[in-house]
């Protein structure tokens, strides 16, 4: 790129918006279409990428911004997250904080209501893997099966290995679980 000494074209030519059109996931870099231009290769700037890690690619179509230091797009940073009619915004609610992903699953937190959504499309699941447990506070609904691998407890009875007082043979009932 032939450098200028035009200060308003080096000024002009710093931040650019376009449009990605690829993107290398292994090498974590994208190229980019700025009017008839594409770039070469160029890293995106993540929001994290030290001890903690951040790993949220663009997407072909996304608009986004191209920092060119000095006005050289050879050494370009790819400024994700601009809105555009293709992509618009998935909320307009101030208060939350949403997530929303190519298959459709969301995340979406409201810290007016205090209340968070866990969406997940057909056929989706979820996995928790905390060897050392987990902990609810609060009532839980449940529509569907619950399935245990060891056993349930409720006030410390044993669904699986509890007795009961009272019983006998024909229709009567049994007393509580002891």
Do not use: K, M
């Given at each position: 790129m032939a450098r200028?000494?035009?200060p308003e074209q080096l000024t002009g030519e710093v931040i650019q918006l376009g449009t990605v059109t690829s993107v290398d996931?292994?090498?974590?870099?994208?190229?980019?279409?700025?009017?008839?231009?594409?770039?070469?290769?160029?890293?995106?700037?993540?929001?994290?990428?030290g001890g903690v890690k951040v790993w949220s690619p663009p997407s072909v179509g996304e608009q986004c911004g191209v920092l060119c230091p000095e006005g050289d797009l050879a050494n370009g940073l790819v400024l994700l997250g601009i809105w555009s009619d293709a992509n618009p915004p998935p909320s307009a609610d101030p208060a939350?904080?949403?997530?929303?992903?190519?298959?459709?699953?969301?995340?979406?937190?409201?810290?007016?209501t205090h209340a968070l959504a866990l969406t997940l499309p057909a056929g989706g699941s979820m996995a928790v893997d905390a060897p050392g447990g987990t902990t609810w506070?609060?009532?839980?609904?449940l529509t569907g099966k619950f399935t245990a691998s060891d056993d349930v407890l409720a006030r410390g009875i044993s669904l699986k290995d509890h007795k009961?007082?009272?019983?006998?043979?024909?229709a009567a009932q049994t007393g509580t679980p002891v």
């Open positions: 200028t000494a035009d996931h292994v090498a974590a870099t994208c190229t980019v279409e700025i009017g008839e231009l594409t770039t070469g290769d160029l890293p995106w700037l993540a929001p994290r990428a939350t904080v949403h997530l929303e992903f190519p298959d459709g699953a969301v995340i979406a937190y409201n810290h007016s506070t609060g009532d839980i609904a009961h007082t009272g019983v006998s043979a024909g």
